[in-house]
């Protein structure tokens, strides 16, 4: 209830006018949604989506192989290893992406050492650019693709991959044909908790996309701040859900598949 | 397998992840040092200095936002734990659904933003002026989640029959719940607690739309860093990273530990 009331609100305001005065003019209109298909609003969710899915694609290869240095160690460093990646996700993101201006920055860190050993001039532009969000988005999630990933393969074990050796796949055929398959679940899982959030993350966008580089999260927040038109920063929220929603029926609708699969196989 | 593809694949993932490890802490090392630069900039170190702690117990501004988070935390604590446990129990004992289970999930999986909102445009619905009681609301609505998620993987171990045995001993539903259900769930309540304090702790997002003209600390930090750099911020940002490392360190050591005795008992 909790839940559905606040969703279902946002869901009805997307409906509402802006009143003349900035509150909420309680008539039916799909006015909201018309302007969604404004160039500009489609060029935020347009870029919102290009960066959610460039952050979940780097995630999950990262993300991959780390999850399955993990699972393959002896058994007694898998736990402190695991602690080492979760960490960092359990403080601020206001103070993790505030890391990385010091970093990133023309001052910052980066550019101060590449120019100390000559290899730039001027400095490179790390900061306020689509590659600085992409690293803060990065930094954000990561730990949420490695811990579903780091389950599929460890549940895994090594018997199928070694039954794949055994009946002659080589290690890249091995590893697409059964290995990447069976732990299709964690992928699936790890890319929601990944994407969803960072498509709708206004935070690290604001703080180093410099203002320049908006994403929807940043469209909502300025609607609900500094415009103050409720009614289409929730028909933009309503955006944000839906893909939220289509996603996760999709990895619902993998999953029983393979369910299905496995129990026939049985 | 052949060995000598085993081991170039061995050195790839080991690479991968020294790289991997190496960008999650790299950040949080950068911060921790500079919070102790005299000069105060990333530009260049100025020799060892704890001027910037001085400097963040005279900020009245920040410490006063640091009171606000404290009793927001504690109060929302209190609440979503009491109520998370009930849910838990409640869920596992009572209305198994899957359906209520995934949805009881939404909130977590739904960008806070879309939460936040949804929750504002409630509490204006209802008239309710904003403020830290709005924030606490708000925050017990998520922190309740985490917690039930935790108890109940702690329900999920127990054995009932020890329950049954209390009763056929002559206890009564509640003495059962009181002496024998809530001693063993207890080391998964605390650490229920600790997270759920960690995390009404260090939001911001939720708490940045429904507090109105209140400020809690993130709040503070994030007018801070985006009107310009304050090495203030470093300091400030060593301490919160001291006060959520120590909570999860000691939630996952109380977690960790229950679930291994339970699992000795168990063999």
């Known amino acids: ?266 | 397998m052949p060995r000598k593809v085993g081991r170039t694949r061995d050195r790839v993932l080991g690479a991968s992840s020294v790289v991997v490890y190496g960008f999650l802490y790299l950040p949080i090392l950068v911060i921790v040092g500079l919070s102790f630069n005299r000069v105060g900039q990333p530009t260049r170190w100025g020799g060892f200095s704890t001027q910037w702690y001085g400097e963040l117990l005279r900020d009245t501004q920040l410490i006063d936002a640091f009171k606000n988070t404290l009793v927001v935390a504690l109060v929302v604590t209190a609440i979503s734990t009491v109520l998370g446990t009930l849910l838990a129990i409640g869920l596992e004992r009572t209305v198994r659904s899957k359906v209520l289970d995934s949805a009881l999930f939404l909130p977590a999986v739904v960008p806070d933003i879309v939460l936040a909102i949804g929750l504002l445009s409630f509490f204006t619905l209802v008239g309710a002026t904003l403020g830290l009681r709005t924030i606490i609301a708000a925050h017990v609505v998520f922190d309740m989640i985490f917690v039930s998620a935790i108890v109940r993987t702690r329900l999920g171990h127990f054995d009932r029959s020890i329950e049954e045995a209390a009763q056929d001993l002559g206890a009564t539903r509640l003495a059962t719940y009181l002496r024998v259900t809530f001693p063993v769930i207890l080391p998964g309540i605390v650490a229920g607690a600790l997270v759920a304090f960690t995390i009404s702790f260090d939001e911001f997002i939720i708490a940045y739309f429904t507090s109105g003209i209140a400020a809690t600390f993130p709040i503070r930090v994030y007018s801070r860093i985006r009107f310009g750099q304050t090495p203030v911020i470093n300091a400030v940002a060593t301490v919160l990273l001291v006060v959520s490392f120590t909570m999860i360190l000691i939630a996952a050591r109380l977690n960790g530990r229950a679930a291994r005795r339970a699992l000795e008992r168990a063999v």
């Open chain 1, 1 to 266: 209830m909790l839940f559905v009331v606040p969703a279902g609100l946002v869901l009805a305001y997307s409906f509402f006018r802006r009143s003349a005065i900035g509150g909420i003019d309680y008539s039916f209109t799909f006015d909201n949604y018309v302007r969604a298909v404004d160039p500009f609003v489609l060029k935020v969710m347009l870029f919102s989506l290009r960066t959610a899915l460039l952050t979940t694609g780097i995630a999950l290869l990262f993300g991959y192989a780390v999850a399955y240095f993990i699972a393959t160690r002896p058994e007694r460093y898998r736990l402190p290893l695991l602690v080492l990646i979760v960490l960092p996700f359990w403080t601020n993101l206001l103070i993790r992406t505030y890391a990385w201006i010091l970093l990133l920055g023309n001052e910052g860190l980066i550019n101060r050492s590449l120019r100390g050993v000559g290899l730039v001039d001027g400095s490179l532009p790390l900061l306020n650019n689509e590659f600085a969000i992409v690293v803060g988005l990065l930094y954000a999630y990561l730990p949420l693709m490695i811990l579903p990933l780091y389950a599929s393969i460890e549940r895994l074990g090594r018997p199928p991959r070694e039954a794949a050796a055994d009946l002659g796949a080589g290690p890249v055929a091995g590893f697409f044909r059964v290995t990447f398959p069976l732990t299709l679940p964690g992928i699936m899982a790890g890319c929601v908790f990944v994407f969803v959030p960072s498509l709708g993350n206004f935070i690290v966008p604001d703080l180093l996309g410099g203002g320049l580089q908006i994403m929807v999260g940043n469209l909502i927040q300025s609607q609900f701040f500094t415009a103050r038109d409720w009614p289409f920063g929730a028909a933009l929220a309503m955006f944000v859900i839906t893909i939220t929603l289509v996603l996760l029926l999709v990895q619902a609708w993998i999953l029983n598949r393979e369910k299905r699969y496995t129990a026939r196989a049985a």
